[in-house]
């Protein structure tokens, strides 16, 4: 079965500080990984996307994120965090051509001065 | 419209009351799909039509729920009878091509079952 696991449900991080959100993916063939942001009553905002080739993509708002196969992880990650940064991150794997997305359950991040 | 537009944007009803959201796609965008957000939770798959037929309707909870697309374009979502579990938000995504499955959100209807 399909399913996406993040285990920090909140982190608090400094801004100015580094930031690694992680995700776990179980899928049956070749991933689609996708990260999206929410900041409260907004819809989904995509940060970025793997496909395939190199395993290290490049997103939106300075993020990039790591897809390693070996672990079923695709971690977000961004070397200094603003306070604009604060908001709601969903991870989400799917499958190539027209199919559903499966989200997990998101990791809230909050930004302290 | 430049984006995936969702009306209402909050919707308040009574249990056993009948309910319509609207989902207005990107332009030319030939996929879309409706997903529900429960408080602290993901959002969750609904349904997903390309073009005017349901390809994929499993992941409706009963059959109080339903959607129809007759256009291509436009799409509602039909909930009936409803039930103070059914307090979701409602997203609606699109997408053009199938080969990278990118989905552009809405940013949803709160529904809200009293």
């Known amino acids: 079965a399909q399913s996406v696991t993040q285990p920090d449900i909140h982190i608090t991080v400094s801004e100015g500080a580094s930031l690694e959100l992680r995700c776990n993916y179980s899928y049956g063939a070749t991933p689609y990984l996708f990260w999206y942001v929410q900041s409260p009553g907004q819809g989904l905002q995509l940060l970025l996307k793997y496909f395939s080739g190199d395993t290290l993509v490049q997103g939106i708002k300075g993020f990039e994120a790591e897809f390693k196969r070996s672990q079923s992880s695709f971690n977000l990650r961004k070397p200094s965090v603003h306070w604009s940064d604060a908001a709601e991150y969903f991870c989400a794997v799917g499958g190539r051509g027209f199919q559903k997305l499966v989200f997990g359950t998101g990791t809230r991040l909050l930004v302290s001065p | 419209g430049a984006g995936v537009s969702q009306t209402p944007s909050n919707k308040v009803t009574e249990k056993g009351k009948y309910v319509e959201l609207r989902c207005d796609p990107i332009?030319?965008?030939?996929?879309l799909y409706w997903y529900r957000q429960s408080l602290g939770q993901g959002p969750e798959f609904l349904i997903y039509f390309q073009g005017t037929g349901a390809a994929d309707d499993s992941g409706l909870p009963n059959d109080r729920f339903f959607a129809v697309r007759p256009e291509g374009s436009v799409s509602t979502l039909k909930i009936q009878r409803t039930e103070r579990g059914d307090s979701a938000v409602y997203l609606c995504?699109?997408?053009?091509?199938?080969?990278?499955?990118?989905?552009?959100f809405g940013a949803g209807t709160r529904l809200s079952v009293l």
């Open positions: 995504a699109s997408s053009l091509t199938g080969t990278q499955n990118i989905q552009y």
């Open positions: 332009s030319g965008h030939t996929a």
